[in-house]
């Protein structure tokens, strides 16, 4: 992870935000290579679920929202997540990701005895932190007995009395941690040259409910008919607690979600399986590997009140398996809250009952940070490569799908002096770049342009050497990012393989 945000920051795709400041926590910077990677991620996503289908349309709705959009969403009184502070040293946690055991020592006699309590924040191995806290803890007091495996909960089961005997993970010390609070993550603004109660408005928390205000605006306008889809993508914020891994979680972040409207009477749990199985086959056609992709379904105990069932397409992070995409069966709630809200009925005609029905709703809901990250994640390597002397040496590679790496071809005269050469690359590169974001580079050794090329995602460089002046067909050298093979390829070869690939 630390060898990828260094390549992040060092190649341009991820910057701090405001970093000349010492940055702002939660808050990143796309840099010309990161811009690229981001828009192409949003455009794959945009062609395949929205232009290349003939069930879902989109919409582009305004960040902030009347205010009793939130009210009615539930947002307002419900949109938070459990707040500890520590009172010593002002840290904040969120109780959820705060786990705590209690110190259990059978003596001698066989009494079973708590002789204090350990805290860990969430990780990979919390359990097995825990524990290691535990034996150090028996060690440094000089207590006798057996003691018994850590059970891990978070500080939202904690007991009253448990709270002030665990310790703080910022001081190791128990008494300064308070109960857990709902902290609502909605930023808050105000709206207007007022900035009384009357002018609060919300930076929306996500895109979803632009969808269900324009619900009766595209049905009426657009010519849709169950089932259809309206989707949108567009910049969210969360006053997160603890914003963390690089751009996995942060303040202000990206949403591509989708609202596919069904019939109330209609299969939802296939209609739900459709979708799962569509965002995965996705995921992998821009090139995440199955075997970094699993799902998981939310216990039925544990579902929102109005959701039928959600499961998560997780991905597997340097950091852990974790959340990448949620598709929820949401029934009828938001197009109900709404139609309550406002007074206007959120109903379609029933051509064949003819009676009016509020549509159920299935969400798929991902962020474009969190694809971005996994693409990175599961792209990158460093591997040792031999050349034809017998030098070893280590490239970086980030082997990302053509179809989003930031730039899609390396333009490359052998060499920059030979004015025939340099004609035809350049030739060539502003013929590609009609089409294709591209790179041309003249500079260093082409061992070495290559190497920069691997680093950054280019799937192809296109070398023009003398055989391409001199012999006849005018042909380039295009070497293969990952197998490193050179073979020869015309013009008119070069772009059939970037209309197959690039799509
Ligand atoms: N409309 C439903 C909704 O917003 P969510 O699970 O809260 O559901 C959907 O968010 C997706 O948005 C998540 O699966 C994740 O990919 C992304 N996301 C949510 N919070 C995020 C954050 N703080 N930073 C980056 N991405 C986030």
Not at 135 to 157: H, M, W
């Amino acid at each position: 992870m630390d060898n990828l945000v260094a390549l992040a920051k060092r190649r341009g795709f991820i910057f701090q935000s405001s970093e000349i400041y010492g940055g702002f926590n939660g808050f990143f910077d796309y840099g010309p290579l990161g811009a690229e990677l981001k828009k192409n991620i949003r455009d794959c996503w945009w062609a395949d679920m929205v232009q290349r289908r003939d069930d879902v349309v989109g919409i582009e709705t305004s960040i902030i929202m009347h205010p009793k959009v939130w009210e009615a969403s539930g947002h307002v009184a419900g949109f938070s997540d459990p707040l500890v502070d520590c009172k010593v040293s002002k840290q904040r946690y969120r109780a959820d990701q705060l786990f705590f055991s209690p110190i259990i020592v059978t003596g001698l006699e066989g009494v079973a005895q708590t002789i204090g309590y350990v805290s860990a924040l969430e990780s990979e191995n919390t359990a097995g932190e825990l524990q290691a806290a535990a034996e150090s803890f028996k060690r440094k007091k000089a207590i006798q007995g057996t003691l018994s495996p850590v059970v891990a909960k978070d500080l939202t089961e904690a007991r009253e009395d448990e709270i002030a005997l665990i310790p703080s993970p910022a001081t190791g010390e128990p008494g300064s941690l308070t109960a857990p609070r709902a902290f609502n993550m909605m930023f808050q603004t105000n709206v207007g040259a007022m900035t009384d109660g009357s002018s609060v408005a919300y930076l929306r928390p996500e895109t979803a409910q632009g969808m269900f205000v324009d619900f009766k605006n595209v049905v009426d306008t657009g010519r849709v008919k169950l089932p259809f889809g309206i989707a949108q993508i567009g910049k969210s914020f969360r006053n997160e607690i603890t914003p963390r891994n690089f751009i996995f979680r942060s303040r202000e972040f990206e949403q591509m979600e989708m609202e596919y409207f069904i019939h109330e009477d209609a299969d939802w749990s296939k209609a739900h399986e459709e979708w799962i199985a569509w965002c995965e086959a996705w995921l992998k056609s821009i090139g995440l590997p199955d075997s970094h992709l699993s799902r998981y379904a939310h216990p039925k105990e544990k579902l929102a009140f109005y959701s039928r069932g959600t499961v998560d397409i997780m991905f597997k992070y340097p950091f852990g398996v974790q959340e990448l995409w949620g598709i929820a069966a949401r029934g009828s709630y938001d197009l109900t809250q709404h139609a309550q809200a406002s007074g206007k009925p959120q109903e379609i005609f029933d051509e064949t009952t003819k009676k009016k029905f509020v549509p159920h709703v299935i969400e798929p809901a991902v962020g474009v940070d969190r694809i971005f990250l996994a693409v990175l994640c599961a792209g990158y390597a460093e591997e040792a490569v031999t050349d034809d002397k017998g030098n070893t040496e280590v490239r970086t590679v980030l082997r990302l799908s053509p179809r989003i790496a930031p730039v899609k071809v390396a333009v490359l005269p052998l060499l920059k002096n030979k004015e025939v050469l340099v004609a035809r690359a350049q030739a060539l590169y502003k013929k590609l770049q009609r089409r294709y974001a591209v790179f041309y580079d003249e500079t260093a050794a082409i061992g070495r342009r290559y190497r920069r090329q691997d680093e950054i995602g280019t799937p192809w460089c296109v070398t023009i050497d003398f055989d391409t002046i001199e012999k006849p067909g005018d042909t380039f050298t295009l070497r293969d990012r990952d197998t490193m093979q050179q073979r020869r390829v015309t013009e008119a070869e070069l772009f059939a393989l970037l209309e197959e690939q690039v799509y």
